[in-house]
């Protein structure tokens, strides 16, 4: 027997619900066939809700009753809430993860030589850039969150939004093999820097902090990542130097 589902979700010139396609979505992945009936203006979809006594649309009803939402939905199927939800690693999972590919796809895919040693200099060198990224979305953003850990920061404001340019130089420098001394040392500081500011505010001061690395918006967790995160840049620095 076939499972029927309705769904009531709003698609105006001016809007289309991101939630009643979700909601359309989980329910045939669910085996519904969905009668799917569109609100198509602000009066019709202010009437809806008045009518059956909602707040929001999408409303989805399953054997005549009422389920709710989106979120409902997920509920009623035993789903985890959508989002993400409390600290995650996974933005800066997800930018380690495409530095190597673009890294990988840069030695190999145009046939230069170096190996390995090349692929982990420009697996760095992408990754500060990608970071750097995050952070130039929303510098006042980031300033709010780096402040409150970096020391040179907390001391001197304007740092806050210089650093996401030095680590966007220090990257793309060490792609564009500018000579080192031009680069090793922005590196070295702003890695010498964060490292020991980190390792305060994480391991002497236990303090739980999100990390800004990824943006004044993120959820990462202020810790060995982090460290790590500044540990490479110090030690891509020197490399540059040695070499």
């Not at 202020?222 to 891509?236: H, P, Y």
């Amino acid at each position: 027997m076939t499972k029927q589902a309705t769904l009531y979700r709003m698609k105006t010139d001016e809007h289309i619900c991101p939630f009643g396609l979700k909601s359309k979505h989980l329910l045939k992945q669910q085996g519904f066939e969905v009668s799917d009936h569109l609100l198509t203006s602000r009066a019709q979809t202010d009437e809806f809700k008045q009518q059956h006594e909602v707040k929001t649309t999408p409303q989805t009803f399953i054997n005549g009753k009422r389920v709710g939402g989106y979120d409902d939905l997920r509920r009623y199927f035993d789903k985890p809430p959508a989002g993400q939800h409390g600290t995650s690693y996974t933005p800066v999972i997800t930018i380690f993860a495409m530095a190597f590919v673009s890294a990988l796809a840069l030695v190999y895919g145009n046939g230069q030589s170096g190996g390995i040693i090349k692929l982990a200099e420009l697996f760095v060198a992408f990754t500060m850039i990608m970071l750097a990224i995050q952070k130039l979305r929303d510098l006042y953003t980031f300033s709010n969150s780096f402040i409150t850990y970096d020391l040179l920061a907390m001391k001197f404001i304007p740092y806050a939004y210089v650093y996401p340019f030095l680590e966007a130089y220090a990257g793309a420098g060490m792609i564009a093999g500018l000579p080192a001394v031009l680069v090793a040392p922005v590196a070295i500081f702003i890695g010498t820097v964060g490292a020991v500011s980190v390792f305060k505010a994480v391991y002497i001061d236990k303090r739980e902090l999100t990390c800004a690395c990824v943006g004044g918006d993120s959820k990462v967790p202020l810790g060995f990542v982090s460290l790590s995160e500044n540990l490479i840049m110090l030690a891509a620095g020197i490399w540059m130097l040695v070499r």
